[in-house]
């Protein structure tokens, strides 16, 4: 597998956002000792489950 391979069980969606969200994203990442892609996925998974609990 290439290092820009990506699992059949993933899809790669380029994203834009602001520079400073993007620092700040790096930061947290950082933080909880993750990628940046695994915290964007976390975030996003997390809103989801969230939308579908009525909150």
Known sequence: M???A???NNVRVPITIPKEL??????LAKEDKRTFSN?????LSDYVQQK???E
């Open 22 to 27: 993007k620092q700040q994203l790096d930061n």
């Open 2 to 4: 290439s290092s820009l």
């Open 6 to 8: 990506v699992s059949e």
């Open 52 to 54: 579908k609990d009525g």
């Open 39 to 43: 915290l964007c996925a976390k975030i």
